[in-house]
Nanobody, 117 residues
């Protein structure tokens, strides 16, 4: 059974930083794309960052230059370093792993990030 466990959310002031982590069970994830979505209050879930198995990353324009996704294959863990946080970054953040056409996408449980003074 696929399991993704997130950690690292919380309350931070504007301009601050947080680091999210997402630990995946199983060794299959080293060859799979992973990443992060977020869902702001009252809005739809949006893709924030993706990181391929070769380490290539992509980001939504609103976080470019501020967020950095990375992964540790040995730990089956993906990270999201978030710097220069803004109130509009407030959301529940979900990690995911793309298991392919047949198995689809697996999701973490979500972690709340609140940016407020």
């Amino acid at each position: 059974q696929v399991r993704l466990v997130e950690a690292g959310g919380g309350l931070v002031q504007p301009g601050g930083s947080l680091r999210l982590s997402c630990a995946a069970s199983g060794s299959i994830f080293s060859s799979r794309a992973m990443g992060w979505y977020r869902q702001p209050p009252g809005k739809q879930r949006e893709l924030v960052a993706t990181i391929r198995s070769d380490g290539i990353t992509n980001y939504v324009d609103s976080v470019k230059g501020r967020f950095t996704a990375s992964r540790d294959g040995a730990k089956n863990t993906v990270y999201l370093q978030m710097n220069s946080l803004k109130p509009e970054d407030t959301a529940v953040y979900y990690c995911y792993v793309d298991l392919g056409f047949v198995l689809g996408v697996a999701w973490g449980q979500g972690t709340q990030v609140t940016v407020s003074s």
